[in-house]
């Protein structure tokens, strides 16, 4: 098993540009979500999804677009980059939220 | 809203000692709570999670307990080595919510 993979790992954009960023896990599970982590600040949850079809918002999710067409995949858009979006973003997947998390390696994104 | 807090920041300690950390939350009402480790660049590692009823688990050199009533939490490290050196953090979900809630993490050093 690969576990949870994520697409890029560093990525450089100008403010105004989109990108998105690629999750995918081979663990069969239901609830995938995604992080934001930033110095001083901890992770905090962008948007989830409890299944295939369906997606919530997390605890800051301006400025992010998400879809779930498959179990496996789980893509996090970015629609028009700004500064404040510079982060590391985390991809996790459990069986649900009760259970063990399991997190993808992480992307760097500079928004400049 | 569900805070939660790991005293302190960080952490230097020389190896072979046992150490604590701790995990502080607000809000009693927790379905449980994980304790992940994270190395410098890399994702989150699930070590442990305590269901709301038990009051501790075990893996190796670690234990984790949980006093839910009194909304706290700690990590015991056994016998430090340094490849323990890393971020530790601890997250809660809470009863009827799809999301967990981080601490901000202990920075752990264990110096040869």
């Known amino acids: 098993n690969a576990g949870v993979t994520q697409t890029p790992k560093f990525q450089v954009l100008k403010t105004g540009q989109s990108m998105t960023l690629q999750c995918a896990q081979d663990?069969?599970?239901?609830?995938m979500s995604w992080y934001r982590q930033d110095p001083g600040m901890g992770l905090r949850l962008i948007h989830y999804?409890?299944?295939?079809?369906?997606?919530d918002q997390g605890e800051v999710p301006n400025g992010y677009n998400v879809s779930r067409s498959t179990t496996e995949d789980f893509p996090l858009r970015l629609l028009s980059a700004a500064p404040s979006q510079t982060s590391v973003y985390f991809c996790?997947?459990?069986?649900?939220?009760?259970?063990?998390?399991?997190f993808g390696p992480g992307t760097r994104l500079t928004v400049t | 809203k569900q805070e939660v807090t790991q005293i302190p920041a960080a952490l230097s300690v020389p190896e072979g000692e046992n150490l604590v950390l701790n995990c502080s939350f607000t809000?009693?009402?927790?379905?449980?709570l994980q304790w992940f480790r994270q190395d410098p660049g890399k994702g989150l590692t699930s070590l442990l999670l305590i269901q709301s009823s038990q009051r501790e688990q075990t893996s190796g050199r670690l234990n984790a307990s949980l006093d839910k009533s009194s909304g706290r939490s700690t990590l015991y490290i056994a016998a430090s080595q340094p490849g323990d050196s890393a971020t530790y953090l601890c997250?809660?979900?809470?009863?009827?919510?799809?999301?967990?809630?981080f601490g901000q993490g202990t920075r752990l050093t264990i110096n040869p």
């Open positions: 996790a997947s459990s069986y649900g939220s009760y259970y063990e998390q399991y």
């Open positions: 809000d009693s009402a927790i379905y449980n």
């Open positions: 997250a809660v979900s809470r009863e009827g919510a799809q999301k967990l809630v």
């Open positions: 663990m069969n599970h239901e609830y």
């Open positions: 999804s409890v299944g295939a079809g369906i997606t």
